[in-house]
């Protein structure tokens, strides 16, 4: 799959926010700071596409983006940001679960983003278990894989694939495009 044209639709905070054309939808999680956004533009190949900062949790709502007028690219708030408050944190846990489960969304791909550097996390095993639990396909991308020693990254991709055996885990880098064309491939299966 080639990716022509990305168009940035809106946020969205509820179900009336949902764009009104169903189309299969592929969004991506992950705690903040995991470099989401990034990830988001090493694929699209926009260097800004999905805003990508280093003052994490700043929103709770899902960024919605066309691509190829034929499929829609999610951006989720960060979870698990440890100097937010407290309030905040159950706000974007609330939506983000109202996300995972709603019927009227059409998430044919959660791709659940984590630091390759540090592995999984607990606040990534939640999320995956409401994604699963909603009956959503998980995808799990191991980011920064360019980061750290080579060793680690293995380890936890590896750790990544034993715990969830039903998830397909994939290395990535937004920094060097590691990955992006498995990523792509990926997409394309699901969107049909
Ligand atoms: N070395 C390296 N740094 C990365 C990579 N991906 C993201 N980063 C950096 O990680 C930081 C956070 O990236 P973002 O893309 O803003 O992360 P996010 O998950 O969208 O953050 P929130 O939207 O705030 O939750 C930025 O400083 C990025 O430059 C990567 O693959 N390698
Ligand atoms: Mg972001």
Same mark, same amino acid.
């Given at each position: 799959m080639e990716i022509r044209d990305v168009q940035f639709i809106r946020g969205v905070? /509820? &179900?009336?926010?949902? !764009?009104?054309v169903d189309r299969p939808t592929v969004a991506f999680f992950g705690r903040s700071n995991v470099g989401k956004s990034s990830v988001i533009n090493a694929l699209v190949r926009r260097k800004d596409m999905a805003r990508s900062s280093s +003052? !994490? /949790? +700043?929103t709770t709502e899902v960024n919605y983006f066309s691509v190829n007028d034929s499929w829609y690219l999610a951006d989720t708030p960060g979870y /698990?940001?440890? +100097? @937010? &408050?407290k309030v905040f944190m159950e706000k974007i846990a609330k939506h983000l679960s109202w996300y995972a489960g709603? !019927?009227?969304?059409? @998430?044919r791909l959660a791709v659940v983003v984590i630091d390759a550097e540090i592995g999984l996390q607990d606040a990534d095993r939640e999320t995956i278990a409401v994604l699963q639990d909603a009956g959503r396909t998980v995808l799990i991308l191991g980011n920064k894989s360019d980061k750290g020693r080579r060793n680690d990254i293995s380890n936890h991709i590896r750790e990544a694939e034993r715990e969830f055996p039903d998830c397909r885990v994939i290395r990535y880098s937004a920094k060097t495009g590691e990955g992006r064309s498995d990523l792509l491939g990926a997409i394309s299966d699901v969107i049909g």
């Open positions: 905070t /509820g &179900s009336e926010g949902l !764009p009104e +003052r !994490p /949790g +700043r /698990g940001y440890a +100097r @937010l &408050s709603a !019927p009227e969304v059409t @998430l």
